[in-house]
């Protein structure tokens, strides 16, 4: 194995992201320096902040450079080290890109042990969108027991744990979903109180049905009209935890019409990225990774194979297509 | 004196404002029972919060009812007490409506000191704008020195204080009013760092000028155009203090364009009523009073004469009109 394959960013898309602003290449494996070890990525996470990162725009990361390995989340074996902490044959979570082969200098890494829950949960339930639904959840929205979330793309990597662990503190949750069968698995399998369907039209109908106390958190992963709806049924004093705005990811604007609730029911909102609180990670983790290894909290994933399917999985994505959190598995 | 006047909502404006959703009536003066005093309002405060309690439309607080007096702040002087607590001659704040007598029994009366600041500064700097300003400044925005605030409606009776307060702490000012003439004052006489006249067009340069590092917190009194405008010159973690939107009191939706950015810069929004939070009160007037006192917090009346001049006044302030804060000076 002299080469490995990676995909780079080869253009910026101006509106919607096609197979064509990737490329895929044969790189040469470097040879590793003192201080480095060698991963060989075993999943990608592919994630909707992706498309905010191929943008040249102001943004709370720099940009993907051009004709670099496209960023993203990996999780993978260590298959030589020259470093002191990682030893050949362990298990990292890394920022490896979409690439096959990662050299680290342990910047970041994160040691897993496969044994506990499936390696692919690290990039998922008990990784960063793991994290995420918890930060907002706990941090955030801060709800009591009888209170209700709402919570936008309920089916996804983010939002379905949202749901589950609200339920484990006494919290209704209602979903808000694309498609009956979203909709069904997020109520039957995750075990949400109602899911809206906002494909089916009259969302702020089945939005007061399933919340007939009105909403007092919102976990929002999706902005435009679904965020909209779910405000209309806020409570007084009701809390915004927003960490997605994938209506926005190709650059239009996303007018937001119900700003005078924000004051008439004196809504905090904020918007957060979890990689910035990396001190409620261990916690956060540990509550994640009992959670799934006893099947109190349930996931799904949407797989494909091989780096090359990585652009058009991608793009499903971003479309809605994927069922759960979207990997790549790798070589 | 057996009759007095007063001011009832006479029918529900579907849009703009006019003088006949008002009607002027004499009626007459009741006889005061146990417990009961009797106030005559010396000067009536008019409010934008008014304009929204003319709709039938679900707010954080009843609607004004048809044929009632309408609700209103005041500051006046007992002219006749059988309530133990209060003594004719004594002055109080209360919301005695738009009239010129009121009887009350007590609750959420005020007393104040005429002798400390005139007596219209306790519906103003020293009132319920005064402490508007004083929370959203220091339990919301909460800067640091050397941050800086931009503070819509800046000529107004709440953005006046923001902007003064805000220097009082070291934090850079900046104000967006509409015309020259607001602007000047808003620099010249109050001494915020600049101010921007949304008038002017070209609004996003201006303030770009007028705050070359960045928000870091907004106090937005407004909304529409004038918030978004500033949310696009925001730094990372801004924070925003929002207390009025003006621009959607006649019902119409007021979209928001910049929503992404409350994720990208991860903003803290909060809507917030000073008058949830009575406890800040003693603490903040304590504080305002003595500015206003030493010249330290300058302000500015538009005060019309009599009554019946209250409907145009109003009007005028929803259109901008006033310049500080707008009073009606009563018999």
Redesign the interface.
């Known amino acids: 194995m002299n080469t490995y394959q990676r995909i780079v960013l080869a253009a910026r898309p101006q509106g919607e992201v096609e197979p064509g602003h990737f490329r895929l290449e044969a790189v040469p494996v470097p040879v590793l320096r003192e201080g480095e070890l060698l991963i060989r990525n075993r999943y990608l996470s592919l994630d909707p902040y992706m498309r905010?990162r191929m943008n040249d725009a102001?943004?709370?990361a720099a940009p993907q450079a051009l004709d670099e390995t496209m960023i993203g989340g990996t999780v993978g074996e260590v298959l030589a080290s020259r470093h002191p902490s990682y030893a050949a044959g362990e298990h990292v979570v890394a920022m490896g890109g979409w690439a096959e082969l990662t050299v680290s200098d342990g910047t970041g890494l994160r040691k897993v042990d496969p044994a506990a829950v499936p390696l692919s949960a690290h990039l998922g339930a008990v990784g960063m969108p793991g994290m995420t639904a918890w930060y907002g959840l706990n941090r955030i929205l801060a709800l009591q027991p009888g209170q209700t979330v709402c919570v936008s793309a309920a089916s996804g990597a983010v939002g379905g744990i949202v749901g589950q662990l609200a339920k484990q503190h006494g919290v209704r949750a209602v979903g808000i979903a694309g498609g009956a069968e979203k909709c069904a698995y997020v109520v039957d399998e995750l075990g949400f109180d109602a899911c809206v369907d906002y494909r089916a039209g009259n969302l702020r109908d089945a939005l007061k049905a399933a919340a007939p106390d009105g909403i007092d958190g919102i976990f929002e992963n999706v902005?435009g009209e679904v965020?909209d709806a779910a405000l209309a049924r806020t409570n007084?004093f009701a809390r915004v935890a927003?960490?997605?705005?994938i209506a926005?990811y190709n650059g239009e604007?996303?007018?937001?019409?119900n700003?005078?609730l924000?004051?008439?029911?004196?809504?905090?909102?904020?918007?957060?990225?979890v990689t910035?609180h990396l001190d409620c990670w261990p916690e956060g983790l540990a509550e994640l990774g009992r959670l799934v290894a006893s099947g109190r909290i349930k996931y799904r994933e949407s797989v494909s194979q091989g780096l090359a399917s990585a652009p058009e999985a991608f793009i499903g994505l971003l479309k809605g297509r994927n069922f759960g959190k979207q990997l790549v598995a790798l070589a």
């Not at 604007?253 to 019409?257: A, E, K, S, T, Y």
């Open positions: 905010g102001r943004s709370y902005g965020f007084p927003l960490c997605g705005m926005g604007d996303i007018p937001m019409r700003v005078r924000l004051l008439a029911n004196r809504i905090m909102l904020r918007g957060f990225i910035e």
